[in-house]
């Protein structure tokens, strides 16, 4: 099946490959990091949550462990296949409305909120905000302050691969062009993506825009954001 590619977005390596460059089989590979506890200790116990790019279900699986019940969306039918347990939808996010249905949580992670195309980040935060209840909260993942000037950079995950932000060139209009890639000793994956780095400021007016606002940064590096609907 052909997948039409995001325009600027491009991935390499085994495997299907989604409209956004992400590959399935890389992400049926990673590790869950510390996301999951940081989102239990953020959202009451049992919360329905809706997680939007849920991906495998790389946090899917271990929120479901945790009690909660998660509605899964993701533009590709080839990672919703992998995801158990949970309710999948798939669409793109930004276009996504299920007709006034109303979640405790909504959570927005995988810096989706820096995409590229502002139309793009507009529609996906009126997404947040349109499917979280009036006393339910949004949970969103943003970049590190240092992401796109940091480059290149690499980590090597304990579990034995490596992991390498190769450049972020600016493209145009506010957006960089970021290319990352995955060693594995098997396999190795590439992703190039545009992103748009955003101040403290610049996310608080997009939340703003959207109607909503930030409750509490949730981690010392403000990467973890808790929002809501404003008053």
């Not at 995950?157 to 594995?184: H, I, K, Q």
Request: charged share 25%; net charge negative.
């Amino acid at each position: 099946m052909t997948v039409e590619m995001r325009e600027g977005h491009e991935g390499t390596g085994p495997g299907a490959i989604t409209p956004d460059g992400c590959a399935v089989e890389l992400y049926e590979r990673l590790p869950v990091g510390d996301e999951p506890d940081i989102i239990a200790a953020a959202v009451p116990a049992g919360a329905h949550i809706l997680e939007l790019g849920s991906g495998v279900g790389r946090m899917t699986h271990p929120l479901l462990e945790r009690g909660f019940t998660v509605t899964a969306v993701d533009e590709s039918a080839d990672m919703l296949s992998r995801v158990r347990g949970a309710r999948t939808i798939c669409g793109s996010i930004e276009q996504l409305d299920l007709d006034g249905e109303e979640f405790d949580v909504v959570m927005l992670a995988s810096f989706l909120v820096h995409a590229g195309d502002e139309e793009v980040r507009r529609g996906l935060l009126r997404t947040c905000a349109r499917h979280v209840a009036k006393d339910g909260c949004v949970l969103i993942q943003r970049e590190g302050e240092d992401y796109h000037t940091n480059v290149p950079r690499e980590r090597v995950d304990p579990s034995g691969f490596t992991v390498r932000v190769v450049s972020a060139e600016p493209v145009g209009n506010g957006a960089n062009s970021v290319r990352v890639e995955y060693d594995f000793p098997d396999a190795r994956w590439t992703q190039t993506f545009l992103a748009r780095p955003l101040t403290k400021e610049q996310f608080e007016s997009a939340l703003q825009e959207a109607g909503l606002e930030v409750d509490a940064y949730l981690t010392p590096d403000r990467t973890w954001v808790r929002a809501v609907p404003k008053a």
